[in-house]
């Protein structure tokens, strides 16, 4: 029973993905092995683009059916050691220890894809994201990092979306 409550607290209910809490807690975890034995770590932040539209023209309903089939999407295109989690609203996040950014990036062009062809919305409409992406590098500590991936997302989103940036 401890179990089962212990998952339902670090489950995000909708996405089933990690929830934000859950996600903070080991990103202090990762960040220290990280940092002491120099390994490599990167974060891709995501965010549904109009998802305002999507939920107003098809309703909530569909707006939860993209969340959940966005969580599975991520879900399945992780490996067993990466995090994704619902970090807010329409934005995921997935943790990719032992990651650079240009696999990351790679990463998001594989989940990109899935997502466009995932039969979602009525009609030939389809979803796209916008990511942000960002690389440990010496001297980051986890709120920098969280910044710097947020920072990215956010000139993903006012550049077009539909789109990744890396954070320099």
Do not use: W
Not at 41 to 62: E, P, Q, S, W
Not at 130 to 135: C, F, M
Not at 140 to 145: G, I, K, N
């Amino acid at each position: 029973a401890n179990e089962r409550i212990t998952q339902l607290a670090r489950t995000d209910a909708l996405t089933g993905l990690a929830n934000r809490g859950y996600f903070q807690e080991r990103l202090k975890e990762i960040f220290a092995l990280t940092k002491r034995h120099d390994l490599e770590l990167t974060l891709l932040l995501a965010d549904l683009d109009h998802f305002k539209r999507i939920n107003d023209t098809y309703g909530h309903d569909v707006g939860d059916k993209v969340l959940q089939t966005f969580g599975s999407i991520l879900a399945r295109g992780t490996r067993t050691e990466d995090l994704p989690a619902r970090y807010g609203g329409e934005e995921l996040i997935i943790m990719l220890p032992k990651t650079s950014a240009p696999d990351a990036t790679a990463l998001y062009h594989r989940l990109r894809g899935e997502l466009i062809h995932a039969d979602i919305l009525p009609e030939a409409d389809y979803v796209t994201f916008s990511a942000g992406i960002a690389e440990y590098a010496e001297g980051d500590t986890e709120a920098s990092l969280l910044k710097k991936v947020d920072d990215a997302l956010y000139e993903a989103k006012n550049s077009g979306r539909d789109r990744c940036v890396v954070s320099p």
